[in-house]
């Protein structure tokens, strides 16, 4: 059964299975990542990267406590490389890419995002508002992090993994976003159903059932008109569950301040800074997160642009 749009947007469905061994959330997420993909342009490899990072840290969030927050970095070897996505329990939501224009030289790899992604590592941090330190000079996001190498960089298979290994939980994580041929997002969401320890393995078995009967992709069923709780029903036919208030609403919110922009610029690269002390103007540097624009004064730029050649020596 369908809801309408405005009633099932915007916020995290939570549910609990009866015999409380499944944990259950789901989201439509659609708004969000299209305020994303206006914000950086995102082409299609990036838009899907970002967005399903984005929904999963949404799903993960959703299980926190009040005032907690969830980081997810992906780090590949490949081409698209890094996507960055965070969430807190109230349903504020960010992603970033640094390689937003990236495209596949082959028009079959046009949505491969796992090639494109390479090999590498997710970082997960949970419970510390790391906006403070996104990206860590060092590499990696400090003590906090639970690492696990990706198994395909297609964002929820990670997840999943790092769940497991982390956690030792075992879990069905289906995230996705439906391009339209011009590339752009028209429908994204997502279903995560963790199982805790003590379930009864034909739970399991159903679930297991379930989800390989459930061929149509959660963004496809978005985008046909279904609603969050439409899509776990997918999930759970013949398991008891019960819905668990959630006032959470999802919303697309950046907490950069300027001197978060400069730390991040510090540790990400020029950016264009070079440029702007040799054309000597007052510059702006703009937060890629969410566009915010910032003033700054052609010394102050100049001292932040040492300071990034400096930190890019070792
Ligand atoms: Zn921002």
Not at 264 to 271: E, F, K
């Amino acid at each position: 059964m369908a809801a309408s749009p405005s009633s099932t947007q915007n916020s995290v469905y939570r549910f609990v299975s009866n015999d409380l061994t499944l944990r259950i959330a789901a989201v439509d997420a659609t708004e969000v990542v299209r305020q994303m993909q206006a914000l950086q342009k995102t082409l299609p490899l990036a838009t899907l990267g970002v967005g399903r990072a984005m929904v999963g840290a949404i799903l993960l969030a959703a299980q926190l406590k009040e005032g907690q927050e969830v980081g997810l970095l992906f780090r590949g070897n490949g081409p698209l490389g890094t996507i960055y996505a965070e969430a807190s329990s109230d349903g504020a939501v960010r992603g970033y890419c640094p390689e937003p224009l990236y495209q596949a030289p082959n028009a079959a790899d046009a949505m491969n995002l796992g090639q494109a992604m390479g090999h590498g590592t997710l970082s997960v941090v949970r419970h510390q508002p790391f906006q403070r330190q996104p990206f860590h000079a060092r590499g990696g996001f400090g003590a906090h992090a639970g690492t696990v190498a990706m198994v395909s960089g297609e964002v929820g298979d990670d997840i999943a993994h790092y769940l497991h290994q982390s956690h030792q939980i075992r879990s069905v994580v289906s995230l996705g976003v439906y391009l339209d041929v011009f590339g752009q997002a028209r429908a994204a969401g997502g279903v995560m159903i963790e199982v805790m320890p003590g379930v009864e393995e034909e739970v399991v078995d159903l679930l297991q059932k379930n989800a390989a009967q459930a061929t149509t992709p959660v963004s496809k069923r978005l985008l046909e008109g279904a609603s969050p709780e439409d899509l776990i029903a997918d999930y759970l036919r013949g398991i008891p569950v019960t819905r668990i208030p959630h006032q959470a609403q999802i919303r697309y919110h950046c907490p950069c301040t300027l001197d978060r922009v400069k730390r991040a610029l510090t540790t990400l690269g020029t950016g264009g800074l070079a440029e702007m002390v040799e054309e000597n103007h007052a510059a702006q540097i703009t937060c890629q997160v969410c566009g915010r624009q910032y003033q700054l004064e052609i010394s102050e730029l100049t001292a932040l642009l040492q300071e990034v050649r400096r930190n890019s020596l070792h």
